[in-house]
């Protein structure tokens, strides 16, 4: 099964290969708000292992790795997991990095205290996101966190992600998780989208998945 719309993979999966990183649109060098604050509450602490799911240049593993946790991003293009060697590099820290499809990260079960999801769940495809929750869960300790940020259905309209209702969010996600937090946030502006509206979710893994 492909993991990811058709309108990622044929016109923004090679853009690490094919485009300057300051050019791509999506990469600002910052890490979203709600992630820094996770750190600053003390949700996020050092020593966590967490997995950074489709890593891309690496911007949010590098920052959670600065900040003491044991980190692994996952990403499935070569390219991307060379920008974030440099990035690693740039850095001065120690992280592990797989290639690997998101939806058969390689990872051993209940490998992470937290797995990491900055604007990834918004570029998979709807039939895809009940393997990719699943996969999720599987490597998450039971008790473990996710994090997921992306675009919500109030976000400016245009080309790129799919803008998220609450339900295309929620409901793969209850058979594995608990909700312990879900709401809209404005993030960043861009030029591009200057009105960002973004969901942020915190979700706890279940101890035993629910039922169909």
């Given amino acids: 099964m ?27 060098g910052a890490v979203s708000p709600m992630l820094s604050q996770l750190v600053i509450d003390g949700t996020l602490q050092p020593g966590q292992k967490v997995v950074d799911l489709g890593c891309g240049a690496g911007v949010q593993a590098a920052f959670l790795a600065k900040h003491g946790m044991d980190v692994t991003g996952v990403d499935s293009s070569p390219a991307a997991l060379e920008a974030a060697r440099r990035l690693i590099e740039l850095f001065g ?18 490998h992470a205290d937290v797995v990491n999801d900055s604007f990834i769940y918004h570029n998979v495809r709807p039939e ?33 992600p ?31 989208r200057p009105d960002q509206w973004h969901w942020f979710g915190l979700f706890r893994r279940r101890e035993a998945a629910r039922q169909a």
């Fill in 2 to 28: 492909e993991a990811f719309t058709e309108r990622w993979t044929k016109n923004f999966a090679k853009l690490y290969t094919d485009v300057p990183l300051a050019e791509i649109s999506w990469f600002t």
């Fill in 93 to 110: 820290v120690e992280l592990d990095l797989v290639q690997a499809d998101i939806l058969e990260t390689t990872l051993p079960d209940g």
């Fill in 128 to 160: 895809a996101r009940d393997a990719y929750v699943a996969e999720s869960a599987r490597i998450l300790k039971p008790g473990g966190l996710m994090v997921v940020v992306g675009f919500s259905d109030r976000m400016t309209p245009g080309s790129g």
């Fill in 162 to 192: 799919i803008r998220l209702t609450s339900d295309d969010v929620l409901d793969p996600f209850m058979r594995h998780f608990e909700v312990e937090e879900f709401r809209r946030f404005r993030n960043l502006p861009t030029q591009v």
